[in-house]
RNA sequence: GGAGCAGUAGUUCAACUGGUUAGAGCACCGGCCUGUCACGCCGGAAGUUGCGGGUUCGAGUCCCGUCUGCCCCGCCA
């Protein structure tokens, strides 16, 4: 190429005023009037407005004139004041062009499949396969601009306060417990297999067992689960393992840095320490553990309701050990029976049995389950929730979790079709107390709530094997906007209650000696007394982003099947390489 | 594993209750145009209605299967 560029787009300003200079990019459109042709060139950093004159020479003219979305180009000219008139305000160089001396089309490019300064003409499924003209977009330019800056606020945040960035294996042992394992063959010991890392959860503990205080490392995880908007197969956390320390150092060092990152990728200013709730609060008021503050609309206890009204369903729920909630709509009663419908399908969805309702209108109850309710019980219920006449309530009676739960999902929806949720705000909180165990009944056993490798609460340890659903764990998530963005905990750092979870978890000595023996042996040797959290990064740019796919802050996702229409992975291999593996395939059709 | 929605021109969408030659915007191609910036005006080309099967005199439309995309439940220590 002739023409290098000597500038970039974004630094176009006054001070260049009638000087000449190259610029190199892409061509966003084109506006051929004939006499005149005027072009915008995009590069990284924004758009310039370029001017062809007709007193140029023929040549010059006619590649001008040939120009099309998207040809690669290089340009020398003049910078130029736009006429008063002619001033653009919608792009930052809108007040300046570029008259053009010489033109050198770099690379002709095909007619894109959707207009790249248009990104709405082409679905998300054609963008995907065209990912690399997608990024060229404003919108994805600014989204993975936004991901970069904040990468680097977290280097340099972790880095000021002495954490030490350590990579840990991409190839690893597979691991019981917590999400299904990607798998890699290994070819120099056939028949056995790696395991891409779920979390690097063990190798930061050995970190801290070498004497590594505080570690900190932006890396990868891989879990082989079905994907969902907020959800990728391979995702990157911040991952953070600190010594000697509790709770509260680690959540105050979290917050110094979700501060840190917001700040540098979004200008907006936090306010720590951030709220806390236990996860029992949390379930109880807002029926989620990773609670949208961002709105009010509480949930309300309404047992004594219950025993009040004559509902058969509330009283046998009860009757059962049940319970039952309320959510108070202001306005709620106008919603249609089609409204009402829906919402008791999201809460069956949810697990829930039914969502039962009742308006309140200025003549007292209405519809639903009012023929059920007396004035005395309408009353209190009233009074309890500070409801009006307009107002509805949706009630579950479920047991406890599953209730809440549901109805948590209603709450979550009727924020968004009130417009309850305030535009830009961000409702940091954390929630505490998880319970450290939760029986699976599928494989009928307690499963980790958080991971095996979590401490339960000192003050409960003897309570461990007399009354394990009970014990509390020193876990706390940190939640954003109705999001989990970071979880983590203080972790068992001694070998004998680290067995004793195992025991608990239903995997024997010799299993947790063939699966976990290195963490075991390494807790004899001096490991100090540590814990962590990792952030989910994807999502936590998303929010920032102010977007709802973590798809649009990760340059080259998945689809929710998990493929990739770029590249088209995954894909089949060759039998070569099967033999390599020593792996061969076992035919589908015969199920079928 | 389950539920819902969608798949029609390069693209974004339309096409009534099954009925004429499947339409429109944008993009594209040709022409005109000297201050446009979603430039404008005139003209043109453009279709395996995701794929396979079925019902019917007749299927974009109905039925069955299948694939893909999105959203959700399960799952995600």
New binding site residues.
Partial sequence: MKLKRTHTTDLINDSLLGQELILNGWLN????????I?I?LRDRYGLV?V?F???LPKNILEKA?RL??EDVIAVKGTV?A??E????P??SS?KL?L?ASDLEILNKAK?????I??R???????R?KYRYLDLRTTEMKRNLELRSKAAIATRNFLSGNRFMEIETPFLMKS?P????DFLVPSRINAGKFYALP??P?TYKQLLMVSGFDRYFQLVK?F?D???????QLEFTQIDIEMSFVDEADVQELSEGLLKHIVKAATGKAMEIPFPKLTWEEAMEKYGSDKPDIRFDLPIHKADDFAKMSSFGVFHSALESGNVVRVLKVSGGASFSRKQIDEYTSLAK???AKGLAWLKLTENGGEGGISKFVNDEALKALIHQTKAEPGDCFFFIADEWETGL?ALG?VRNALGKALNLIPEDALAPLWVTEFPLL?F?P?EQRY????????SPRLDELERLETHPAEVKARAYDLVLNGYEIA?GSIRIFQKDLQQRMFRLLNIGDDEARAKFGFLLDAFEYGAPPHGGI?FGFDRLVMILAGS??I?ELIAF???????S?MDGAPDTVSQKQLDELKISLIREKAA?
Avoid at 29 to 36: A, H, Q, Y
Avoid at 225 to 231: F, N
């Fill in positions: 459109s084109r506006r051929d009037l004939g006499g005149i005027f915008d407005q001017r004159a007709d007193d004139h099309s979305a130029l736009r006429p008139a002619a001033v653009n919608k792009i809108g062009e008259l007619t894109p499949p959707f207009e300064s248009r709405e003409t082409g679905s998300e499924d054609l995907l691991t417990e917590g999400a299904r779920q979390s959860q995880c879990r689960e079905d994907l969902r908007a907020d959800r969805i949810n697990g739960t999902m939760e699976d599928e499963v980790a709530r958080h991971h095996p490798f979590t979880g990792a709802d796919s798809r996702p998945k689809t929710t099947t998990g493929q229409p079928k």
